[in-house]
């Protein structure tokens, strides 16, 4: 496709459920990048992927999360043991080889932990 | 940590009128994003910067470095300008810092 693709774009999950977004980048962008929109937070950085390097997951909120990219395309981000506060929008961006270069985002997943 | 800080939080304005939105931020920089979020929308980058300044139709976006501030003007505001705003900074790490982002600017252009 033209744009950086996610799915599910919503997920309603019980709490304790393991969860997995999927996030599709625009083709030939080494960059990749995972950010959360909540409303009492606003957007934060979560990991960020240069290729096949392994990611800093310092930005990561808990060792709940965790995610992976495979052959530097498709990345997958894993919520494991959900709880309430994980509900929010988890964005997915990519952009052409470097840090510094423009941001495409996808249009996100809502997930829902009840 | 970045601290990146926005105003005004929320601005309504009438069509045709000239719009400012200013984003400071506390640390050194390697970027700084003007980022655009309809209501129920996606976001949508409009400009990024690293120095002086640059325009795309009707929206002009500037960044001094040195006093570590950007503005994003419109110029003849349409009511399909209203949006939130964002200022998001991309920390001297680059990438591995992530964009640190503001709290947004809520605007409305009323016609």
């Known amino acids: 496709g033209a744009g950086v693709s996610q799915s599910p774009s919503n997920k309603v999950t019980e709490k304790g459920k393991d969860v997995e977004l999927r996030c599709d980048p625009i083709?030939?962008?080494?960059?990749l990048y995972w950010y959360r929109q909540s409303l009492g937070q606003g957007l934060e950085f979560l990991i960020y992927?240069?290729?096949?390097?392994?990611?800093?997951k310092s930005g990561l909120p808990s060792d709940r999360f965790s995610a992976e990219r495979t052959g530097g395309s498709v990345s997958t981000l894993t919520i494991q043991r959900t709880q309430q506060e994980d509900s929010a929008v988890y964005l997915c961006?990519?952009?052409?080889?470097?840090?510094?270069?423009?941001?495409?985002f996808g249009a996100g997943t809502r997930l829902s932990v009840l | 940590k970045n601290e990146v800080e926005q105003s005004p939080q929320n601005l309504t304005a009438q069509e045709g009128e000239f719009i400012t939105i200013n984003c400071s931020y506390s640390?050194?920089?390697?970027?700084l994003h003007w980022l655009q979020q309809h209501p129920g929308g996606g976001i949508v980058s409009l400009f990024m910067?690293?120095?002086g300044k640059k325009k795309h139709g009707r929206l002009i976006a500037t960044i001094n470095i040195q006093e570590k501030h950007s503005s994003l003007h419109i110029t003849a505001s349409h009511p399909r300008d209203s949006a939130v705003y964002i200022c998001?900074?991309?920390?001297?790490?680059?990438?591995?810092?992530?964009?640190?982002f503001g709290k947004g600017t809520h605007l409305i252009i009323q016609p």
């Open positions: 998001a900074v991309l920390g001297p790490g680059g990438g591995a810092d992530g964009l640190t």
């Open positions: 992927f240069q290729g096949n390097s392994a990611p800093d």
């Open positions: 640390v050194g920089i390697s970027a």
């Open positions: 910067l690293s120095s």
């Open positions: 961006a990519s952009g052409k080889a470097g840090a510094v270069s423009i941001q495409y």
């Open positions: 083709s030939g962008h080494t960059a």
